[in-house]
Structures are given as structure tokens and as C-alpha cells.
């Protein structure tokens, strides 16, 4: 932990995990949801709406187009560059992303967390994972 970087990616890490168990609570309907949480297609049958908990079909089509792009552009410069660090940027992004975004929906139930206190989290996350793509590109994390 000698470098910011490093201690980027670590907490990056250590927020996906906390997202990722927040988001498994929520998926084994341990506690339900009794408010008007905004939620919704959780128990539908589109993948994408499960995953992020876009209510708006529209959303969930940018959220795809932007994934795969993204993916497809990884794939290319891995495959320009003969590194695999690209993919793994990439695979971080959209799993870090996709897990923000779900535990966010989960976080505004009952808007217990007023509004400027997410966004200094929000902001604060895009520069750890800032930091954390820099120090996994850079080779320093």
C-alpha cells in the first residue's frame, strides 16, 4: 500500500464487495421492501433490469450500448496493444458500474441519505476508480 494507485484499486475493490453484499441482500428478499423504493423490474424477466434496476427501458438500452462499445473497444486495443490489462479494465468498469448503480437505487429507499450527501460519494467513487484504472494501466497498482 506504498502508492495512491494501490490504495485506489484496494478500496475500489473493498466498495465492489460492499455493493456486491448489499446487492445480494437485497436479492435473497431477506428484508422486503415495503416503500416505494423506485425499484422495479427486479422480479421481471429482463437480465439488464435485474442487474442495474434501470426502471426505464431506454436506460437499459444505453446502459447495453455503452457496455458493449466499451467492450469492443477493450477487445481492440487488447488486441492492438497484445495486453490483456485493457479487458481487465474494462471487466473492473462495468462490474464496479453495474454494481453502483444498483446499490444506489437500493441506498435512495425512503431518501434516508439526502441528496448532497450521495453526491459526495458519487463523486468521490469516480475518482477512486479513476485512480484505480490509472494505477492498473500504469502498472503501479
Not at 495512491?4 to 422486503?32: D, G, S, Y
Not at 424477466?45 to 436506460?59: A, I, R, V
Not at 474494462?90 to 448532497?116: C, D, H, K, N
Request: net charge negative.
Amino acid at each position: 500500500m506504498n502508492t495512491f494507485f494501490r490504495i485506489a484499486i484496494f478500496l475500489c475493490l473493498a466498495l465492489l464487495v460492499f455493493t456486491l453484499a448489499i446487492n445480494f441482500v437485497n436479492w435473497t428478499e431477506a428484508f422486503p421492501i415495503d416503500v416505494d423504493s423506485g425499484i422495479s423490474g427486479v422480479h421481471g424477466n429482463d437480465t439488464l433490469s435485474k442487474l442495474t434496476s434501470l426502471s426505464d427501458p431506454n436506460m437499459n438500452f444505453l446502459w447495453a450500448i455503452c457496455t458493449t462499445v466499451t467492450g469492443a473497444a477493450a477487445i481492440g486495443i487488447s488486441v492492438l496493444t497484445r495486453s490483456i490489462v485493457p479487458v481487465g479494465v474494462y471487466v473492473f468498469g462495468a462490474v464496479f458500474w453495474t454494481s453502483w448503480i444498483r446499490m444506489w437505487s437500493i441506498t435512495q429507499i425512503g431518501s434516508l441519505l439526502p441528496v448532497e450527501l450521495t453526491s459526495i460519494f458519487f463523486i468521490a467513487a469516480i475518482f477512486l476508480f479513476i485512480a484505480a484504472v490509472v494505477g492498473m494501466l500504469t502498472g503501479s497498482g
